[in-house]
């Protein structure tokens, strides 16, 4: 347990418990049980509790309980919309985290492209998503959708002999919307790590 994260996210649910916005329910969108929050999160089922944030039934310390507990923040009557993508760097302010975001949500996937062509469906049944080959191209792309209303488009061209690899990771084109620059940043670095546990890597 990393305690500089366990206090961010307990700071975090005292903010949004201490004054519950009315339409939390709806803005996130989840349903509830009591005064928890429950919906799909990173692939799994998520729980936003008083008591701490839950991911199929385990408490969450690190950065994904964070990341959901920001998320819950920023929640917003805005709907979610897929198109037009966006790179991460035409958002605003995301310079400063832009070389980031290439290594750490594009580059290591690099060595497992063919491992993530052959899961792709199990990928998007897991992270609720679909093809995105007619919408895209690539050799094989799909968007998935680690918070309820933020989306990633993966985009994978398969190594020739003439050029290696690649992998382009787009955004939904309001997630700015639900997460601050730094955060959308980390969604695609811990989505990518998401995608490389269910290609068991």
């Not at 004054?19 to 329910?25: F, I, R, T, V, Y």
């Amino acid at each position: 347990m990393n305690s500089g994260y366990s206090k961010i996210i307990r700071d975090n649910l005292d903010r949004l418990y201490a004054d519950l916005p009315e339409d939390l329910l709806r803005n996130l969108p989840a349903a509830q049980k009591d005064e928890a929050f429950l919906f799909k999160a990173f692939g799994r089922q998520c729980e936003i509790a008083r008591s701490g944030i839950f991911l199929d039934g385990n408490e969450e310390t690190g950065v994904l309980g964070i990341l959901i507990s920001l998320y819950a923040l920023n929640a917003n009557p805005e709907t979610g919309r897929l198109e037009p993508l966006k790179g991460f760097k035409d958002f605003p302010n995301s310079a400063p985290y832009a070389g980031a975001f290439t290594t750490h949500t594009e580059r290591i996937l690099l060595d497992h492209t063919i491992k993530i062509e052959k899961a792709q469906k199990s990928i998007i049944e897991k992270l609720s998503g679909d093809d995105a080959k007619e919408l895209v191209g690539g050799d094989f792309s799909f968007w998935v959708r680690p918070l309820p209303k933020v989306s990633l488009c993966y985009i994978f061209y398969r190594a020739d002999e003439d050029f290696p690899p690649s992998a382009t990771c787009l955004f939904s084109f309001n997630a700015l919307q639900f997460l601050p620059i730094d955060a959308l940043a980390d969604v695609g670095e811990y989505t990518s790590r998401r995608i490389l546990q269910l290609v068991g890597e």
